[in-house]
């Protein structure tokens, strides 16, 4: 065996037992958070459509400083029994490169999830800093899929969802194994299943497309890998929502100001569609068959 190859074999054994001691840091599915920037004008249209939708109540909206540097939004967590969205309406423009993380994953301890989420592959996009209730960081993953991470000072008690909701991130083919691999990894999650050959008409296309489902402390995640063809308003969506009964859910999204963007259809084992809320935020909804 060439010197140069064992003394590789030997740091890629020693990577992974280090990742195989690593915390879990997740704390669980109800404690994570779509984010959602509206305009502060679109903020309460959208909080009453969303749990009009889907039920649950927001707490009181308030104005602060979440970034580390100056800015000034309004801030509301929404919680329903489907999953959890953490509304903001920034009264400043927003500082880079925050808007731009999908998913906000409360963690045991912020500062040693970020060094185990460098371990595992990603990136630390924004270092951690003090927010007005606890500590906040991003990270981004291979692909460029960027999610915060935080932690609360005193810690929070909520109630387990009736339903997880899914992280839905499309990847080109180039980046989705290593996102999976990096993202399993740090999350101690498990790929449920690779479908290599789903349908397109699941993103209303023809063809086949990838579709990877993974399972962690921190809920579902769906990564849909695809050539980057698709017609609005696939892509657009950071989340997907299953639900009891998707036909009485969409008739409450219309009535609430919701706009059924995708009707819904047959996806497999499921029924899926998709809803543009007030503000323009785009969701996945889905029910099994």
């Known amino acids: 065996m060439r010197p140069t190859f064992l003394i590789a074999s030997l740091a890629l054994l020693a990577s992974s037992a280090s990742l195989a001691s690593t915390p879990d840091y997740a704390v669980?599915?109800?404690y994570d958070t779509t984010h959602v920037y509206v305009a502060p004008s679109d903020v309460d249209a959208f909080v009453r459509s969303f749990t009009a939708t889907f039920g649950g109540r927001s707490t009181p909206q308030v104005v602060v400083t979440v970034t580390p540097t100056s800015s000034s939004t309004s801030s509301q967590l929404v919680q329903t029994p489907v999953g959890s969205v953490s509304v903001f309406g920034f009264r400043t423009p927003v500082p880079y490169?925050?808007?731009?993380?999908?998913?906000?994953?409360?963690?045991t301890d912020v500062d040693a999830a970020v060094k185990?989420?460098?371990a595992a592959g990603a990136a630390t996009l924004v270092a951690p800093f003090d927010d007005p209730i606890g500590r906040d960081a991003?990270?981004?993953?291979p692909g460029g899929v960027n999610m915060q991470l935080y932690w609360h000072t005193k810690k929070p008690v909520y109630a387990a969802l009736e339903h997880v909701p899914e992280n839905r991130i499309y990847l080109p083919a180039e980046s989705a194994d290593a996102f999976v691999g990096a993202f399993v990894r740090f999350a101690h999650g498990k790929v449920v299943s690779d479908v290599r050959d789903a349908p397109g008409s699941e993103l209303g296309r023809s063809g086949t497309y990838r579709r990877i489902r993974i399972a962690s402390g921190y809920g579902k995640a769906t990564v849909l890998v695809t050539d980057g063809h698709l017609?609005?308003?696939?892509?657009?969506?950071?989340?997907?929502?299953?639900v009891s009964d998707l036909d009485a859910t969409l008739a409450r999204a219309r009535a609430s100001g919701a706009k059924v963007v995708v009707d819904a259809h047959a996806e497999g084992d499921r029924?899926?569609?998709?809803?543009?809320?007030p503000g323009g935020h785009v969701a996945e909804v889905h029910s099994e068959k």
């Open 28 to 30: 669980g599915a109800q």
């Open 97 to 107: 490169p925050f808007g731009l993380e999908r998913t906000g994953y409360l963690v």
């Open 116 to 118: 185990a989420a460098n």
């Open 138 to 141: 991003i990270v981004a993953w």
């Open 231 to 242: 017609d609005w308003p696939y892509g657009t969506e950071v989340t997907g929502y299953e």
């Open 271 to 277: 029924r899926a569609a998709m809803l543009q809320f």
